[in-house]
């Protein structure tokens, strides 16, 4: 919450006792200073950045001519893994660096997908290579070749 109050008052400690707010719990008018407390002698953050609920710090990175998208993320995963962050620390990857963790999760399925494409239905290939009935190609091979 910002405040702002008139330029005389903003060096006073004593103005959060002069600012009052409704208490959600009783109803009552209670001194900002009950929650509150006046502070100069340190800087603080006008704003914090967050993503979702939670407090976020943004490291960019870029590549280095010729590097490969893969191994600087496992190199960042690589550090992340040795300095031992705490539990309560969570990293994510954003843009393409996302999207490339994304599809290498998803990709033994699409390979399974496609194998198991072509293992149910092997002989669609085949049938795609033969020339149709009433073509010239089919009456040279005959019926022998029809079948091969």
Same mark, same amino acid.
């Given at each position: 919450?910002?405040?702002?109050?008139?330029?005389?008052?903003? $060096?006073?400690?004593? $103005?959060?006792?002069k600012?009052?707010?409704?208490?959600?719990?009783?109803?009552?008018?209670?001194p900002?200073?009950?929650?509150?407390?006046f /502070? $100069?002698?340190?800087?603080?953050?006008?704003?914090?950045?967050?993503?979702?609920?939670?407090?976020?710090?943004?490291? =960019?990175?870029?590549?280095?001519?010729?590097?490969?998208l893969? /191994?600087?993320?496992?190199?960042?995963?690589?550090?992340?893994?040795?300095? *031992?962050?705490?539990? =309560?620390?969570?990293?994510?990857?954003?843009?393409?660096?996302?999207?490339?963790?994304?599809?290498?999760?998803?990709?033994?399925?699409?390979i399974?997908?496609?194998?198991?494409?072509?293992?149910?239905?092997p002989?669609?290939?085949? *049938?795609?290579?033969?020339?149709?009935?009433?073509?010239?190609l089919?009456?040279?091979?005959? *019926?022998?070749?029809?079948?091969?």
């Amino acid at each position: 919450m910002i405040l702002e109050v008139s330029p005389s008052l903003q $060096t006073d400690p004593s $103005t959060l006792n002069k600012i009052y707010v409704k208490s959600p719990i009783t109803n009552q008018q209670v001194p900002l200073s009950t929650f509150a407390r006046f /502070d $100069t002698h340190h800087v603080s953050y006008l704003s914090i950045n967050h993503q979702g609920q939670f407090p976020a710090v943004t490291l =960019s990175f870029n590549l280095a001519p010729g590097a490969a998208l893969g /191994d600087a993320v496992d190199a960042i995963n690589k550090v992340t893994a040795d300095i *031992r962050m705490p539990a =309560s620390m969570n990293g994510t990857f954003q843009g393409t660096a996302q999207a490339f963790e994304s599809s290498l999760k998803s990709e033994p399925y699409l390979i399974l997908a496609a194998l198991g494409g072509r293992v149910h239905h092997p002989g669609n290939a085949l *049938r795609e290579l033969h020339p149709p009935a009433d073509h010239s190609l089919h009456a040279a091979l005959g *019926r022998g070749g029809r079948r091969c």
